[in-house]
Structure formats: C-alpha cells, structure tokens
C-alpha cells in the first residue's frame, strides 16, 4: 500500500535549520509532483512548497521562499525539504502529501503522519 514516512523534525533555535525526508513507497513516486503542507496549533494546514515529478519546477508560500528548499530523489523514492533560517512561526506538524495517485482504478490523495517542528528558544 501507498505509504508516506516523513522524518527530519525536532527542537531548534531561531534561525537555525533543519531538513525534513519523506520516504515513498508502493506507488510509481517518479511521476508524480510532491507536496509539504504544515499545521501550526489552531490553524489551517497550508500548503509550504511543491516539487513537479522531474523536480524541475518548484512553488513556494511566500512566508518561506528564500529560506526552504524543496527537493526529490526519484531514484530513492524521497522528497526533502531543506529548511534554513527558521522562525518561531514556522513552529507546526509538517506533511508529505502525495495528491490523485492512481491506485485500483481510482485517484486517491495520500498524507504521511507528519513530523513536529519547533522552533523556540
């Protein structure tokens, strides 16, 4: 089954880094674009950054562009996402979410279970 893994969170100061992996598997993860969401405590998840399936195209939330940097590896089924100058606002549970996968005849969006990330001194 399609599974998503995300891995990388923890505890860090303000304006340090950190880099989140999401490992994929049981879907073909080379054609697909790839996404980070992230849920701060009593607000929406948002979307953080997406990758296209080649990782040739990129998009960013203009709260992060110039300090994280989405990336894949097709050949090892991951997708990263390099974090520097962190903030206590970029304090949330980050997502890997792959959307309409083709599975069984359908499109199904999956989510992996998230990683913490705090950011606080």
């Known amino acids: 089954q399609v599974q998503l893994v995300e891995s990388g969170g923890g505890l860090v100061q303000p304006g340090g880094s950190l880099r989140l992996s999401c490992a994929a598997s049981g879907f073909t993860f080379s054609i697909y674009a790839m996404n980070w969401y992230r849920q701060a405590p009593g607000k929406e998840r948002e979307l953080v950054a997406t990758?296209?399936?080649?990782?040739?195209?990129?998009n960013y939330a203009d709260s992060v562009k110039g300090r994280f940097t989405i990336s894949r590896d097709n050949a090892r089924n991951i997708v990263s996402l390099q974090m520097n100058s962190l903030k206590p606002e970029d304090t949330a549970v980050y997502y890997c979410?792959?959307?309409?996968?083709?599975?069984?005849?359908?499109?199904?969006?999956?989510w992996g279970q998230g990683t913490q990330v705090t950011v606080s001194a």
């Open positions: 990758i296209g399936s080649a990782g040739g195209s990129t």
């Open positions: 979410y792959a959307p309409r996968v083709r599975k069984g005849g359908g499109r199904y969006d999956y």
